[in-house]
């Protein structure tokens, strides 16, 4: 059975940095990418990235760009989401996602993990 | 930068067909995908290839593309399929692009 289990929810202040993880499961993890997509509070659905954990070939959202820090562990089956300096606006669900890629079908997700809430505030 | 345009709500009556609507320039060239999250829930894949179901989905859920729309048709709704449905896809670049949500209502 296909899992992708998230780390536990973050309670953070402004500034300060802080990692999620992702742990996939059931399948091949370098075979797969990982992409990451955050929904904030009452809101709609953003895709800010995703990795192939085979050879860590990693894609950015333009929107998210030198805001966050998509890795990934093959050796643990693990991908990872990072920020230095996290900001209020940080403040989402963020949920991982299994990748299915290739150049005729593009991007889409078949299976997602349960998500990890991110809280920042002072 | 590329957008896709859904309505922010559908409602319809239990045993109804509902329709939710996607609309994107790239979509003639670019296959589009569809999901349903229901509060509290990570979102599920519904619809891939623009038409084609997973296993697991029940045969009421149903897609189809003509032009720059793709259609998320759900046939004989019940009320277990009231939930937030997104469509996805991506632009020229191959960046992913993700819908605005619709939020269907069974009444």
């Known amino acids: 059975e296909v899992q992708l289990v998230q780390s536990g929810a973050e309670v953070k202040k402004p500034g300060e940095s802080l990692k999620i993880s992702c742990k996939g499961s059931g399948y091949s993890f370098t075979s797969y990418w990982i992409g990451w997509v955050r929904q904030m509070p009452g809101k709609g659905l953003e895709w800010m990235g995703i990795?192939?954990?085979?050879?860590?070939?990693?894609r950015y959202s333009p929107s998210f760009q030198g805001q966050v820090t998509i890795s990934a562990d093959k050796s643990i089956s693990t991908a990872y989401l990072q920020w230095s300096s996290l900001k209020a606006s940080d403040t989402a669900m963020y949920y991982c996602a299994r990748g299915f890629y290739s150049s005729s079908l593009g991007y889409y997700f078949d299976y997602w993990g349960q998500g990890t809430l991110v809280t920042v505030s002072s | 930068s590329y957008e896709l345009t859904q309505p922010p709500s559908v409602s319809v009556s239990p045993g109804q067909t509902a329709r939710i609507t996607c609309s994107g320039d790239a979509l003639p060239k670019q296959y589009a995908y569809w999901y349903q999250q229901k509060p509290g829930q990570a979102p599920v894949l519904v619809i891939y290839?623009?038409?084609e179901r997973p296993s697991g989905i029940p045969e009421r859920f149903s897609g189809s593309s003509s032009g720059t729309t793709v259609t998320l048709t759900i046939s004989g709704v019940q009320a277990e399929d009231e939930a937030d449905y997104y469509c996805q896809s991506a632009d020229s670049s191959g960046t992913v692009v993700f819908g605005g949500g619709t939020k269907l209502t069974v009444l």
């Open positions: 990795i192939y954990p085979g050879d860590s070939d990693t």
């Open positions: 290839k623009d038409s």
